[in-house]
Structure formats: C-alpha cells, structure tokens
C-alpha cells in the first residue's frame, strides 16, 4: 500500500535552515506528481510546493518563493524540501501528499518549528 514517511523536522532559529524530506512507497513514484503542505495551528491546511512526475516543473507558494526548493530523487522514491531564511511564521507540521488512484494519501507529518 501507498506510504510515505517524512523526517527532517525540529527547532530552528529565525535565518535558519532545514531539510525535509519524503520517503514514498507502494506505487510507481516516478510517475506522480508529489506536493509538500503545511498546517499551522490554528489554520487551514496550505499548499507550499509541488513537484510534477520526473522532476520537471515546479510550484511554489508565494509565502515560500524564493526560500524554498523542492526537489526528488526518483532512483531513492524521496521528495526533498529545502527551507532556507525560516521565519516563525513558517512553524507547522509539514506534510507530503500523492494523489494515486484517484485518491489523495499523506504521511504523518514532521513538525518545524521555527523560534529564537
């Protein structure tokens, strides 16, 4: 069945940096396109980047352009987030998703924290 498993997540002053990353499983992940949410306390689930299938295009959010860059590595079946000059306001769970069989599916979550 279709996993993904994120890790990279902690506590990170305000400048600072952190890498998120993905590890999918259970289908053909070269083939889907794979996106990076995050949800604050509080508030709605947002979409921050996403990825099409082979690593071609990508799509920010414009609260993250320019700070962050996903990227995948389709021989590991891993997505990546790169999250530079992290601000509070950038504090949430961070989840990956894949839309497969018509059919959304999200990892638990890394949490980023983003505090001096």
């Known amino acids: 069945q279709v996993q993904l498993v994120e890790s990279g997540g902690g506590l990170v002053h305000p400048g600072g940096s952190l890498r998120l990353s993905c590890a999918a499983s259970g289908f053909t992940f070269i083939r889907y396109a794979m996106k990076w949410y995050r949800q604050a306390p509080g508030k709605g689930r947002e979409l921050v980047a996403l990825?099409?299938?082979?690593?071609?295009?990508?799509n920010y959010a414009d609260s993250v352009k320019g700070r962050f860059t996903i990227s995948r590595d389709n021989a590991k079946n891993t997505v990546y987030l790169q999250m530079n000059s992290l601000k509070p306001e950038d504090t949430a769970v961070y989840c990956c998703?894949?839309?497969?069989?018509?059919?959304?599916?999200w990892g638990r979550g890394t949490q980023v924290t983003v505090s001096s």
């Open positions: 998703n894949v839309r497969y069989g018509f059919r959304d599916y």
């Open positions: 990825i099409i299938a082979a690593g071609g295009s990508t």
